[in-house]
């Protein structure tokens, strides 16, 4: 039996830069717990975004591991590392990276698609959908869409796999602070019905309060 979703060990990430070595990253150690919710704040360029990027294994670090659901990821490649996180991991961005020519309940279907065997996956997306309030809007395009709907729409997208990690890179920085709101209710209440392990980047200390863990990036490291 396994609790931890997501472990690192020093994890150090430097970016060659006009011959210097530009340090983003100097040693970060952290264990996330299944189910936990964690915040990472820091201010802009501190290493936010580089973090989560080689936490959901999407970029590798310089030196250190990374390790999800207890696997490895340094000795993946791409497409194993792909593998590992279909269907168990989730995104929500801060410019909710939809994709513009296809419907919001054809954005919802497209991770069950990917995965084998879902029986009438119109099916679930509509009760994502309607899940975050947007049953009426199952046929609107992103652009016949406002900000807070689109970012529903990426949370019923996220959630529509009940992936194990969600993590989420400044999920309300691109919408007015009402809405942001709406959406970090909705946030927590996805995640607290799925049993998601929540990691969250955000420059907003009221919305880190909500997690149960809050870590700062200075220079580098955690804090
Ligand atoms: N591919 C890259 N090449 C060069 N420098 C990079 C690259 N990616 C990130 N950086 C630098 O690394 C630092 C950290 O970037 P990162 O995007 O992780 O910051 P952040 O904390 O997410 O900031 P923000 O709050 O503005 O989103 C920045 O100084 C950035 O310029
Ligand atoms: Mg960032």
Known sequence: MNN????????????PQAGRELQILR?????????????ITGTSGSGKSTLLGLLAGLDLPTSGTVQLFGQKLDGLDEDQRAKLRLGRVGFVFQSFHLLENLTALENVM???ELLPQVADP???ATEALAKVGLAERLSHFPTQLSGG????????????????ILFADEPTGNLDRATGHEISDLLFALQEQSHTTLVLVTHDDTLAARCQ?????EDGVLV
């Open 4 to 15: 931890t979703a997501i472990q690192t060990d020093n994890l150090v990430k430097t970016i």
């Open 27 to 39: 040693g970060v150690s952290l264990t996330i717990g299944a189910g936990e919710s964690v915040a």
């Open 110 to 112: 497209l991770p069950l």
């Open 122 to 124: 119109a099916a679930r």
């Open 149 to 164: 709907e689109q970012q529903r729409v990426a949370l019923a997208r996220a959630f529509v796999t009940q992936p194990q």
């Open 213 to 217: 863990t809050h870590y700062r990036l």
